[in-house]
């Protein structure tokens, strides 16, 4: 089992800057993929970023693609969401999420394929 920490988040005015740190209460998960998603009032959660085990390839969602940046450090076991240029748009509350099965090129946008998950962190953009 693997339990997630994720923290970060706050209010923030509109094209500032946030970033968010998922850490897992015990054991490492540098062997786990990982990705960020996230959920506004009334609305489904949906995906915003991914990241493999070893950080060599990432995943967004186009409307978050040039502003937001996942990243991880295995060495601090600690994946972060780097967030510029926030919006309004951009108030939710966002989730970590990790898995250790299948590939994740073919399923990071599902929050089916995550079988570990934060309790998550508020974000709220003011205008």
């Known amino acids: 089992q693997v339990q997630l920490v994720d923290s970060g988040g706050g209010l923030v005015q509109a094209g500032g800057s946030l970033r968010l740190s998922c850490v897992p209460s015990?054991?490492?998960?540098?062997?786990?993929?990982a990705g960020w998603f996230r959920q506004a009032p009334g609305k489904e959660r949906e995906f915003v970023a991914a990241?493999?085990?070893?950080?060599?390839?990432?995943y967004y969602a186009e409307s978050v693609k040039g502003r937001f940046t996942i990243s991880r450090d295995n060495a601090k076991n600690t994946v972060y969401l780097q967030m510029n240029s926030l919006k309004p748009e951009d108030t939710a509350v966002y989730f970590c999420?990790?898995?250790?099965?299948?590939?994740?090129?073919?399923?990071?946008?599902?929050?089916?394929?995550?079988?570990?998950w934060g309790q998550g962190t508020q974000v709220t953009v003011s205008s």
């Open positions: 990241i493999t085990w070893s950080g060599g390839s990432t």
């Open positions: 015990r054991r490492t998960f540098s062997s786990y993929h």
């Open positions: 999420a990790a898995t250790n099965s299948g590939t994740l090129r073919d399923n990071y946008y599902r929050s089916a394929y995550y079988n570990y």
